[in-house]
């Protein structure tokens, strides 16, 4: 089931970013930052009466002349059309109706996504009602009066939000086939591996930089298994700026995750493990998906009997935070190891999907308190009542305590690690839950 995508739109300074973070500020969860990830406030996780959703802000590096503003925005709106489920188009009723308005309105009204359209900055709705409705005229529906640094009318801009989301999103079509997103930076040799599990290069490949086109789903058999691969290679963009090229990466690498059960994520060899890698790497953490890390062109590095020993170190060091992870050493170019692949990629797929029976789990958390005391602080020792299994992809456990504040997270981690000695879960990351119980018996 994947979340839906919103993205945010608009010129400079109409307060895209004020809104992106009294979203992210008040009412969103923020995951936890997870130790070695840097989190780019790209996109984040919103959660509205029943309804959660993935919110992304396309903006970027703001350019200060006129028709640059212009071609910027097409370009985000081209973004969130490319990858969003909504669109909210954001206007300023202090600057009124501008041109380039109702260029972007023109380009999402075409493109048939639901479009949200928000005017902000109304900080009296009796001051400036009449200036709200001027923007009735950009044809793409019925504007919403909010102040995101006043957080007034924000309730209402996400009731026409989640209006908008599409129905079927829980009921995805192929559902049992496997979805395998396969995400990595520019130049890692993303395409080279579909194009050699399709068999036939259905994805395009050029070596010239530039070429751009949209993630494509590709179904692949294997073994009289079908997958499918959500690719997301393409990112290279002509002349663009380093960074922006690295922002839109990351947004197509999210909403590619939020789609997969495992993620395959691509690094070279002959470069090493980079901080970008870890970026990437951590998008699917966050979301708790499989995670395969797949170390390509490995044929092109000189090897000695030490070789695999130091690329395992050098990434298991740099991906600290996710232990768990799969590696494989491939090489798309020539084939070599894919069928190692889909041998890990069912594997992690049984993984993310495994229950423990609760018996079961309980046998290992009583051998494990009895090995390590359960920690304890101010003369209070935390108890452990019993745990179980509420849920799967990633697989996901209850603890039930006697007090919260007492479950230190180094003793969830070492629980973490009795649980996957005993069975495995290689591949996918675990949640654990504490809860509190009372004091009875």
Request: charged share 30%; proline share 3%; hydrophobic share 40%.
């Amino acid at each position: 089931m994947s979340k839906p995508v919103v993205a945010i739109v608009g010129r400079p300074n109409v307060g895209k970013s004020t809104l992106f973070n009294a979203l992210a500020g008040e009412m969103i969860s923020i995951v936890k930052d997870t130790p070695g990830v840097t989190r780019d406030r790209i996109y984040a996780d919103v959660t509205w009466l029943d309804k959660s959703f993935t919110l992304i802000d396309t903006g970027g590096i703001e350019p200060d002349s006129g028709d640059i503003i212009l071609s910027q925005m097409r370009e985000q709106a081209q973004i969130a059309i490319d990858t969003a489920d909504v669109i909210v188009f954001i206007t300023d009723v202090q600057q009124g109706l501008v041109d380039s308005d109702a260029k972007v309105a023109d380009m999402l009204r075409r493109s048939q996504k639901p479009v949200v359209l928000v005017v902000n900055k109304v900080d009296s709705v009796q001051k400036y009602m009449m200036d709200v409705y001027e923007f009735y005229n950009l044809g793409i529906g019925e504007p919403v009066a909010i102040s995101a640094a006043n957080r007034t009318g924000i309730g209402d801009m996400l009731d026409e939000i989640i209006k908008e989301f599409p129905e079927d999103l829980d009921a995805e079509e192929d559902d049992d086939i496997p979805k395998v997103a396969v995400v990595g930076k520019p130049n890692v040799g993303k395409s080279s591996l579909i194009n050699k599990l399709l068999g036939e290069d259905r994805v395009i490949v050029s070596d010239t930089a530039g070429t751009t086109r949209d993630a494509v789903d590709a179904k692949v058999k294997w073994k009289d298994r079908e997958y499918i691969f959500i690719d997301t290679a393409g990112l290279r963009r002509k002349g663009k700026i380093k960074e922006e090229i690295e922002r839109y990466s990351v947004i197509r690498t999210v909403t590619a995750v939020e789609r997969a059960d495992v993620v395959v994520v691509v690094i070279d060899a002959t470069e090493g493990v980079t901080e970008q890698d870890a970026k990437i790497a951590g998008i699917a953490h966050e979301r708790g998906k499989g995670v395969i890390i797949a170390v390509n062109k490995w044929d092109a590095v000189e090897k000695d009997d030490k070789t695999i020993y130091k690329h395992t170190n050098r990434i298991r060091e740099v991906l600290a935070y996710m232990p768990y992870a799969e590696l494989v050493f491939i090489s798309a170019k020539s084939g070599q190891r894919l069928p190692k692949l889909f041998e890990t990629i069912d594997a992690v797929i049984e993984n993310q999907t495994l229950r423990i029976q609760t018996g079961v789990l309980n046998e290992i958390l009583s051998e494990a308190v009895a090995m390590q005391q359960p920690p304890s602080d101010r003369g209070k020792r935390l108890k452990i009542f019993y745990m179980t299994q509420v849920g799967v992809k990633p697989p996901t456990f209850v603890i039930f305590v006697n007090d919260k504040e007492l479950m230190h997270f180094s003793y969830t981690r070492y629980i973490e690690n009795k649980v996957r000695d005993a069975f495995g879960f290689r591949g996918t990351s675990l949640k654990f839950i504490i809860r509190e119980r009372g004091e009875k018996s």
